[in-house]
């Protein structure tokens, strides 16, 4: 494996580091849940945290935001400590955590401009409704509201601050894949605008399409930092093979192909996990027995394969 697990990860340029983050470690109950957590984020990158619940990823983030004292280690907003300068550090940082929820009958108008009164400087609220898709629901009540409309809302007052860093906690978690989609664009037009972001997931996917790298965290460790593609060219699997064949090939026999990692059968369906020269000699192997693949696709394995090799989960 060639993952990273340094603060720097690979070659990120000479981008100025906006968010650092140095052996960063917290205790619940003397229960240690972030432990000795580091990464850095450079400006205009999205960088992702990935893991599984219960990794220290929402407790990590909120140690950047300043909600949450550290007990060991450092956080670094643009030079500035969250706790001690928190005032300086909330006008650089826009955040939408997990489950930021606004009282039922507060209006789209009222949420707005009760946050934009919180500011010096801020955005203008109804530019910033009408790019997020909001301007024909400012009367409508927070409790009326669908997932992916609250979630934009919870964006649009983070962005309200005209933060430099968006702290982004699961944003997409519950939202039906269009929405998600939606939600996913508006992320690539707020770093297109030039807000560096920070965002928390638990979807490969999501973390594959926005982010520029990654760490991905399990048990409240980096366990890997680097771009999604060499965080997949890492790990054993690299490819999947899925087809139905004419007769089944010998099981042992495809088990034992180069850089086979999985094989598996379902209603005569098999899925063969591994690299290209598995695949490659997985044809040669049913060629050879005169057996079809039916149906045959081919596909790279994507983050799945690596996260999984990197949590275990
Ligand atoms: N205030 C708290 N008091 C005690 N334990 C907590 C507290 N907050 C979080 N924990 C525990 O710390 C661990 C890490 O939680 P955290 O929310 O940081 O993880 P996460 O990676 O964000 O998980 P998820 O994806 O489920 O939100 C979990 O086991 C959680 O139950």
Redesign the pocket.
């Known amino acids: 494996m060639t993952a990273h697990p340094d603060p720097e990860g690979p070659a990120t340029g000479a981008a100025p580091v906006l968010v650092d983050v140095r052996d960063l470690r917290k205790s619940?109950?003397g229960?240690r849940?972030?432990d000795g957590v580091s990464f850095r984020v450079h400006e205009d990158e999205v960088f992702g945290v990935l893991?599984?619940?219960?990794?220290?990823?929402?407790?990590?983030v909120e140690c950047v935001a300043g909600l949450r004292a550290p007990d060991g280690g450092s956080v670094r907003v643009a030079g500035l400590d969250p706790r001690a300068e928190h005032p300086a550090v909330s006008r650089l940082l826009g955040v939408q955590l997990?489950e930021s929820a606004l009282p039922p009958k507060i209006t789209v108008r009222e949420a707005l401009l009760l946050h934009a009164s919180f500011h010096p400087d801020p955005a203008d609220w109804r530019a910033l409704a009408e790019r997020l898709g909001l301007a024909d629901r400012l009367d409508a009540r927070w409790a009326k509201l669908s997932g992916g409309q609250k979630q934009r809302l919870s964006i649009a007052l983070a962005l309200l601050g005209r933060p430099r860093v968006l702290l982004l906690?699961?944003l997409t978690t519950g939202l039906d894949p269009r929405a998600r989609h939606e939600t996913w664009q508006l992320v690539e037009e707020i770093r297109d605008s030039g807000v560096t972001i920070l965002l928390?997931t638990?979807f490969m996917e999501e973390a594959q399409r926005l982010c520029d790298r990654v760490a991905v965290?399990d048990a409240g460790r980096v366990r890997a930092l680097d771009t999604p593609a060499r965080l997949v060219r890492s790990t054993s699997v690299t490819t999947v093979a899925a087809f139905t064949p004419s007769d089944p090939p010998d099981r042992a026999a495809v088990e034992a192909l180069p850089g086979a990692a999985a094989v598996r059968v379902r209603g005569g369906r098999w899925t063969v996990e591994g690299t290209d020269e598995t695949v490659q000699a997985l044809l040669s192997l049913l060629a050879r027995a005169a057996i079809t693949a039916h149906g045959l696709r081919v596909t790279d394995a994507g983050l799945d394969s690596a996260y999984l090799d990197l949590t275990g989960a």
Do not use: C, L, M, S
């Not at 893991?51 to 990590?60: D, I, L, S």
């Open positions: 619940y109950g229960r849940v972030v893991g599984p619940n219960g990794a220290g990823k929402t407790t990590t997990q906690d699961e928390v638990h965290i």
